[in-house]
């Protein structure tokens, strides 16, 4: 092992830190993955997936991806809600893992809704 | 691989002695069988949370506290929560009072009021990784001491921050450091003190468990400081898995070159040895424990000289405890005047405390110096078990007193709580509710004591065995006019005349008790009454005919065959028999079964 001058301590952190976020809970942006019977039937699980491949492949360290159960709105399925930090939540319907790769680089990463995707955002209604 | 859940398990002391590393197994079992390995991962921590709940999980983001986890709930838990992400509530705290179950670790009140500086990585990271150490700031103040201050600097930080020791006197660590500092000899050491004699404390074990590397920095730091460069830690050996992290951890950290020679680049060398004790509660006393690593017999020995002018093979050398050496980065890092401001004018930062005995929520609880008595006892510590009511609490293990009542909304600080009889102490803290006689709760610490005493000391080897002779004397109904008196005074000589503070506090449980709880004491001795009805010699069982059912149960589980009486007629116990176990009063579905004062006068 090299020894370790002053700087590299910050360079050990650096690639811990995205898991060091997501036990503190905090990030830019938590990504909601809704996985009830209904989500994993219409291919929630391929949503997570992909979602944990961009995170990988983008080496994307404050961003928290997490399961909650059915939204209540099986035939939309499967479904996500991104919540950007400051912003209100949006929910995102009828996913594939290509529409979520892009929701993950123009939303999440960027702050851009995709309005495309999206269930009437900002509200928890349907419209 | 980019994990998204993060499981963490503590694996204290606790926890594993009640099953979490079967839990850890089932656990993995079932995430694989949901291939759900890439996605979430154990993280083996130590001290997460409510200590006597164990095994807990905390799952990482969701803040999703689990208590009292079996192997069989751990199908379900991975199926419902990890999968479909729906928290499961029957393995939840439940509120004692409200009796919801409560989701989020940091809703929960026990957790919400604490304040966390040694206990800074509690459930955050795995001990064994100082990687993750490293990442919540582990070695940042150890670097920044070595680039940018100088020792003297250092000191003065320590100073200005209030911090004072842990370890139960209470003396300043910056000015014990600067004594060291200025002491001429060659070459010094630094000590940490893991002995933890007082029963039922583990505030340091735990600190090391949770987070080994605090300890080790924060005497890296004080050894540039005093100008040291070779520390021991004295630990005892009923500590296994506390002694195998920090074991672990010295050798990660030499291996990273964060101990060792030349740390950091920045010209400072530093070695950190185990010394493993074997436990006795004298080896605490610091002359006693350097005596001991020395190979001598421990016995204290007079101070002056203070370890920093003689000490370790007769060199200067600083003692701290675990939990002082754990706020030394803290304060380096985010500066004197910060901690300064936590807790009150002469106390200041924090407190770990073992919050046990009857209280809802037990556990290992670090609060701001200032918070009173109460707020520890009923929202931290929930309040009494059973609808019974609060007694005392008694703080400081076998070296303290007990504080009443009329007195929790002492603050804690360390002259208030000796000014009430009590000290701070290493932070025992024993909450007894109302079936506690407090003559037989100060006769168990003397019992303590008594056995504990190296016997160097007349005073404190004889004094304990006669104040321990007249409060046994006492709770036998067998206690005399004077006793009270006597057991004042022959406190006040054992203090006086001991040389150690073993001898020198060993008196406080039984004045303190005499302070606050005298008519009990009086009660026993004029009237031959007990009357928390615990005293043995000065009870009596019997059966309320009225009441009886004559069910028989009591009869059948009576160990000393005590009671008679045929089926559906009323029965009774024969008090010549009766041993007092109370088995029969527990199993009584109709209450008849009482309690009475068995001397009638
Ligand atoms: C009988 C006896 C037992 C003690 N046990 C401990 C102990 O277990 N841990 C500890 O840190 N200090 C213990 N002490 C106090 C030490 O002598 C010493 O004051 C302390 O380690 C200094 O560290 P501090 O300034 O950081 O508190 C004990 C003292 C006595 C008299």
């Known amino acids: 092992m090299p020894k370790l001058k002053v700087e590299d301590l910050e360079k050990i952190s650096e690639k811990v830190k995205r898991t060091m976020l997501l036990r503190e809970g905090t990030g830019r942006a938590k990504i909601i993955v809704h996985m009830g019977t209904c989500g994993i039937a219409a291919g929630a699980r391929n949503i997570m997936?992909?979602?944990l491949k961009e995170i990988e492949d983008k080496d994307i360290k404050d961003v928290i991806l997490?399961?909650?159960?059915?939204?209540?709105?099986?035939?939309?399925?499967?479904m996500i809600t991104v919540e950007v930090q400051g912003q209100p939540p949006v929910k995102y319907v009828d996913l594939t893992p290509e529409k979520v790769r892009e929701i993950f680089a123009k939303h999440v990463l960027l702050g851009e809704i995709v309005k495309e995707y999206a269930l009437a955002f900002g509200s928890e209604r349907v419209a | 691989m980019a994990y998204r859940t993060n499981l963490m398990l503590c694996t204290c002391t606790m926890c594993v002695s009640v099953g979490a590393l079967k839990i850890k197994r089932k656990i993995e079992e079932e995430i694989k069988r949901h291939n759900l390995e890439d996605e979430i991962q154990i993280i083996p921590v130590g001290s997460s949370w409510l200590c006597t709940r164990g095994p807990t999980l905390i799952v990482q983001p969701?803040?999703?506290?689990?208590?009292?986890?079996?192997?069989?709930?751990i199908p379900h838990l991975v199926e419902e929560h990890l999968l479909k992400g729906r928290p499961v509530k029957s393995l939840m705290y439940i509120h004692p009072e409200t009796l919801h179950p409560i989701e989020k670790l940091h809703q929960i009140p026990f957790y919400r009021q604490q304040r966390l500086i040694t206990l800074r990585n509690r459930g955050m990271i795995d001990p064994d990784k100082i990687e993750e150490c490293i990442a919540r700031d582990g070695y940042k103040a150890l670097a920044k001491v070595l680039k940018s201050m100088t020792p003297e600097e250092v000191i003065q930080e320590i100073k200005d921050s209030g911090l004072r020791g842990r370890g139960g006197a209470g003396f300043p660590t910056g000015r014990k450091w600067e004594v060291c500092r200025a002491v001429k000899g060659s070459p010094k050491y630094v000590v940490c003190n893991a002995d933890e004699g007082d029963p039922g404390a583990f505030m340091d074990r735990s600190i090391i468990e949770a987070d080994p590397h605090a300890v080790l920095e924060g005497m890296a730091i004080g050894a540039y400081a005093i100008g040291a460069s070779e520390g021991y830690i004295y630990i005892r050996i009923e500590y296994p898995l506390a002694i195998k992290r920090l074991e672990r951890a010295i050798l990660e950290a030499r291996d990273y070159g964060l101990l060792g020679e030349n740390i950091l680049g920045a010209g400072f060398s530093f070695e950190a040895h185990v010394f493993k004790g074997a436990g006795a509660f004298v080896c605490g006393e610091e002359t006693s424990l350097l005596a001991s690593i020395e190979s001598k017999p421990p016995e204290?020995?007079?101070?002056?000289?203070y370890p920093a002018q003689s000490g370790l093979w007769e060199k200067p050398t600083n003692i701290n405890n675990v939990e002082t050496w754990a706020n030394v980065a803290a304060i380096?890092?985010?500066?004197?005047?910060?901690?300064?401001?936590?807790?009150?004018?002469t106390s200041k930062g924090t407190k770990v405390f073992s919050l046990a005995g009857n209280i809802n929520n037990a556990g290992l609880v670090e609060v701001p110096m200032g918070i009173t008595l109460r707020e520890m006892v009923y929202d931290i510590g929930g309040g009494i078990p059973n609808g019974k009511k609060f007694k005392a609490v008694q703080i400081g293990g076998p070296s303290g007193g007990v504080v009443p009542d009329s007195l929790l909304d002492l603050p804690i600080d360390y002259e208030r709580l000796q000014e009430a009889g009590a000290i701070m102490g290493s932070g025992g803290m024993v909450v007894v509710d109302e079936d506690t006689c407090m003559v037989d709760f100060a006769k168990y610490f003397l019992i303590f004591t008594n056995d504990e005493s190296c016997g160097k000391c007349t005073s404190c080897r004889e004094g304990s065995a006669a104040m321990l002779e007249i409060l046994t004397r006492i709770t036998e109904g067998k206690g005399e006019e004077g006793d009270i008196e006597f057991l004042e005074e022959l406190g006040e000589a054992v203090k006086e005349a001991s040389q150690c503070g073993l001898g020198q506090t060993l008196s406080n449980p039984v004045l303190s008790a005499l302070m606050h709880f005298r008519d009990e004491f009086e009660a026993h001795i004029k009237y031959k009454k007990c009357p928390a009805f615990v005293c043995k010699d000065l009870i009596t069982y019997s059966i309320d005919p009225d009441k009886c059912t004559g069910c028989g149960l009591c009869l059948k589980q009576c160990p000393a065959d005590a009671i008679t009486g045929k089926l559906k007629k009323p029965h009774q116990i024969d008090d010549s028999n009766c041993i007092k176990c109370g088995v029969c009063r527990d199993s009584c579905k109709a209450k008849a079964v009482i309690l009475k004062d068995r001397f009638d006068k």
Not at chain 1, 66 to 78: M, N, W
Not at chain 2, 62 to 73: A, I, N, P, T
Not at chain 2, 334 to 344: D, L, N, R, V
């Open chain 1, 49 to 51: 997936t992909a979602l």
């Open chain 2, 62 to 73: 969701d803040d999703v506290v689990y208590q009292f986890l079996k192997e069989d709930d």
């Open chain 1, 66 to 78: 997490t399961t909650s159960s059915c939204a209540g709105l099986c035939s939309r399925e499967p």
């Open chain 2, 300 to 305: 204290p020995r007079t101070r002056p000289p």
């Open chain 2, 332 to 345: 380096i890092n985010q500066g004197a005047k910060w901690f300064s401001e936590i807790g009150t004018e």
